[in-house]
């Protein structure tokens, strides 16, 4: 039977048992801990001055500040994970790919076809 929905679901069963292991279980326990720990400094630091925060500010608030020192995905990791949302507004990248290939520039006249009995009608 477990084998079966190991087979289904695409996981080994050495995987599934690691899983509901209870090392494992603690170790999982001992992190979300943690996490709830560095939410807190995360949010602190994320309200700092009564400015909102992306990962990057926080991290280099954290550091100057604070003194303290997180990995930047540990960080980005956290925010996702409890939904804390940077509210600045992302850079069109499409912007910047418009202007390297100037695909909607208008060119200037060089025929000037607009003389005397050569109009289209």
């Known amino acids: 039977m477990l084998s079966h929905l190991c087979k289904t679901s695409g996981v080994s069963r050495s995987g599934y048992y690691n899983y509901f292991s209870d090392k494992s279980q603690h170790s ?3 992190r979300d801990n943690q996490d709830e720990i560095v939410k807190k400094v995360i949010l602190k630091t994320y309200n700092f001055k009564g400015r909102k925060k992306g990962a990057r ?3 280099m608030t954290l550091q100057g500040q604070y ?11 956290i925010m996702k994970k ?8 992302k850079a069109n990248p499409y912007r910047r790919m418009m202007k390297a290939t100037k695909e ?3 060119l200037p006249n060089l025929l ?7 109009t289209w009608r």
Do not use: A, M
């Not at 409890?82 to 507004?89: F, L, Q, T």
């Not at 000037?112 to 050569?118: L, P």
């Open 67 to 77: 003194g303290i020192t997180y990995n930047l995905k540990r960080i980005r990791r």
């Open 57 to 59: 500010q926080i991290k």
């Open 112 to 118: 000037n076809s607009n003389k005397e009995g050569n």
């Open 104 to 106: 909607h520039t208008v």
């Open 28 to 30: 999982r326990e001992l």
């Open 82 to 89: 409890y939904g804390i949302i940077c509210p600045i507004r």
